[in-house]
Nanobody
Framework: QVQLVESGGGLVQTGDSLRLSCAASRRTFSTYAMGWFRQAPGKEREFVSAISWTGGTTWYGDSVKGRFTISRDDNDENRVYLQMNNLKAEDTAVYYC???????????????????????WGQGTQVTVSS
């Protein structure tokens, strides 16, 4: 079982930056692929970004490419981060962290972009961007 806790959300203005953090409870965190998804009111959950268990491969949704950066710290912190720059009003959503056991598995966009591929989810953190 993996427990995920997101933090770092808040209310910002267009063009501002935020860094989301997701803390994982399990010691084997380093063998998990991690993803960020978001859901705006009245919309379906949307893929934002994913990072492989090695940290060597990343994927981004088209709407955030060039603005968001995913990274992970597998040492003492057991965290995955989402650096969000040049935020837009359309980035407003609840952001969720997700994990999937993936030791030895490549990060294929065929599954990494799908919410159904992930086994564990955090409770979400609200990001609101005012224009």
């Amino acid at each position: 079982q993996v427990q995920l806790v997101e933090s770092g959300g808040g209310l910002v203005q267009t063009g501002d930056s935020l860094r989301l953090s997701c803390a994982a409870s399990r010691r084997t965190f380093s063998t998990y692929a991690m993803g960020w998804f978001r859901q705006a009111p009245g919309k379906e959950r949307e893929f934002v970004s994913a990072i492989s268990w090695t940290g060597g491969t990343t994927w981004y949704g088209d709407s955030v490419k060039g603005r968001f950066t995913i990274s992970r710290d597998d040492n003492d912190e057991n965290r995955v981060y989402l650096q969000m720059n040049n935020l837009k009003a359309e980035d407003t959503a609840v952001y969720y962290c997700a994990a999937r056991a993936a030791y030895g598995l490549g990060l294929s966009p065929d599954w990494a972009t799908q919410s159904s591929a992930y086994d564990y989810w955090g409770q979400g953190t609200q990001v609101t961007v005012s224009s």
